[in-house]
């Protein structure tokens, strides 16, 4: 207990600590948080040199096409357009050329011509070029009363031939012609056999059983023939250019044939001898023009 009262009188005899008293503007910077320290900016600053702006040189450029150009591509007004197919003109293919001329059919030996036997007579031009290929068909030939009927006829290269017989007896069809030679049998009453003609020419078709039954084919190799009128006239029209053969044929008559050139200037005259009595003509190259 005494030791206890000597130790606090001890502590109150310690001196008093001086307290501390702060300015008001260093209580404010001790509040604050530390200043940083900046570089205050230097007294003067060399003047900048700044290079004068460079003066622009001019620049060749190509001109760029006006905008009317692409008005030009649009093309015309309707207005326009329809004058213009109004003014316009159709294109005509060329009619090509043209042969004219006249047979004169004159009997010989004793041999008399009707003034109409002219129109038997056909006129054909075949070109050297070859060109005017003929179109075949199918035609018929028919055995009656023991001979041919027609007994002459022109057919178109190619084509069939169909021989019909009526007799009430066989006949046999056959040709020795070189180059077109046939045989087509026996044929009894009502029966038929045909054949194609492939070879152009004239052709002997005969029968085997009777002899003096004769059929003259002439087998034609081009497009371009005319038939003869009665008067013996002829026009053989869009022919082409150049060189070629013109050829007559009449049964009563031997074949002609001359060399020509297109275009031709004068007409031509072609006599013809008849050798032959009539016969029944069929011409199925051509009609008459």
Same mark, same amino acid.
Request: charged share 15%; net charge positive.
């Given at each position: 207990?005494? =030791?206890?009262?000597?130790?606090?009188?001890?502590?109150?005899?310690?001196?008093?600590?001086?307290?501390?008293?702060? !300015?008001?503007?260093?209580?404010?910077?001790?509040?604050?948080?530390?200043?940083?320290?900046?570089?205050?900016?230097?007294?003067?600053?060399?003047?900048?040199?700044?290079?004068?702006?460079? %003066?622009?040189?001019? %620049?060749?450029?190509?001109?760029?096409?006006?905008?009317?150009?692409?008005? &030009?591509?649009?093309?015309?007004?309707?207005?326009?357009?329809?004058?213009? %197919?109004?003014?316009?003109?159709?294109?005509?293919?060329?009619? =090509?050329?043209? #042969?004219?001329?006249? &047979?004169?059919?004159? =009997?010989?030996?004793?041999?008399?011509?009707?003034?109409? !036997?002219?129109?038997?007579?056909?006129?054909?031009?075949?070109?050297?070029?070859? =060109?005017?290929?003929?179109?075949?068909?199918?035609?018929?030939?028919?055995?009656?009363?023991? +001979?041919?009927?027609?007994?002459?006829?022109?057919?178109?290269?190619?084509?069939?031939?169909?021989?019909?017989?009526?007799?009430? &007896?066989?006949?046999? &069809?056959?040709?020795?012609?070189?180059?077109?030679?046939?045989?087509?049998?026996?044929?009894?009453?009502? !029966?038929?056999?045909?054949?194609?003609?492939?070879?152009?020419?004239? %052709?002997?078709?005969?029968?085997?059983?009777?002899?003096?039954?004769?059929? +003259?084919?002439?087998?034609?190799?081009?497009?371009?023939?005319?038939?003869?009128?009665?008067?013996?006239?002829?026009?053989?029209?869009?022919?082409?250019?150049?060189?070629?053969?013109?050829?007559?044929?009449?049964?009563?008559?031997?074949?002609?044939?001359?060399?020509?050139?297109?275009?031709?200037?004068?007409?031509?005259?072609?006599?013809?001898?008849? #050798?032959?009595?009539?016969?029944?003509?069929?011409?199925?190259?051509?009609?008459?023009?």
């Amino acid at each position: 207990m005494l =030791g206890a009262l000597m130790l606090l009188g001890a502590c109150a005899m310690t001196p008093d600590r001086p307290s501390l008293k702060l !300015e008001p503007a260093a209580a404010a910077a001790s509040s604050m948080p530390a200043p940083v320290a900046v570089a205050s900016p230097p007294q003067s600053l060399p003047a900048a040199t700044v290079a004068p702006a460079p %003066v622009p040189v001019p %620049v060749a450029v190509a001109p760029v096409p006006a905008p009317a150009a692409r008005m &030009v591509r649009m093309g015309p007004q309707p207005s326009a357009i329809k004058k213009s %197919v109004a003014d316009a003109k159709p294109v005509v293919a060329p009619a =090509g050329l043209e #042969i004219r001329g006249h &047979v004169v059919l004159r =009997g010989v030996h004793g041999q008399q011509v009707a003034p109409d !036997e002219a129109a038997a007579t056909l006129v054909y031009f075949v070109p050297a070029s070859g =060109g005017g290929r003929a179109k075949p068909g199918h035609y018929t030939v028919y055995t009656h009363n023991r +001979d041919f009927s027609p007994e002459a006829m022109a057919v178109p290269q190619g084509s069939t031939v169909t021989f019909v017989n009526l007799d009430d &007896v066989r006949h046999n &069809v056959f040709s020795v012609t070189p180059g077109s030679a046939f045989d087509l049998g026996y044929q009894g009453s009502g !029966e038929k056999a045909a054949h194609a003609f492939t070879r152009a020419g004239l %052709v002997l078709v005969s029968c085997n059983v009777h002899h003096s039954m004769e059929l +003259d084919l002439l087998v034609v190799p081009t497009s371009f023939t005319a038939r003869a009128s009665a008067d013996g006239s002829f026009n053989l029209r869009g022919l082409p250019a150049g060189a070629g053969t013109l050829h007559f044929w009449n049964p009563r008559a031997q074949p002609v044939s001359l060399p020509v050139t297109l275009p031709m200037k004068n007409a031509v005259t072609q006599p013809l001898l008849a #050798i032959r009595p009539r016969l029944t003509t069929e011409l199925n190259a051509s009609a008459r023009p």
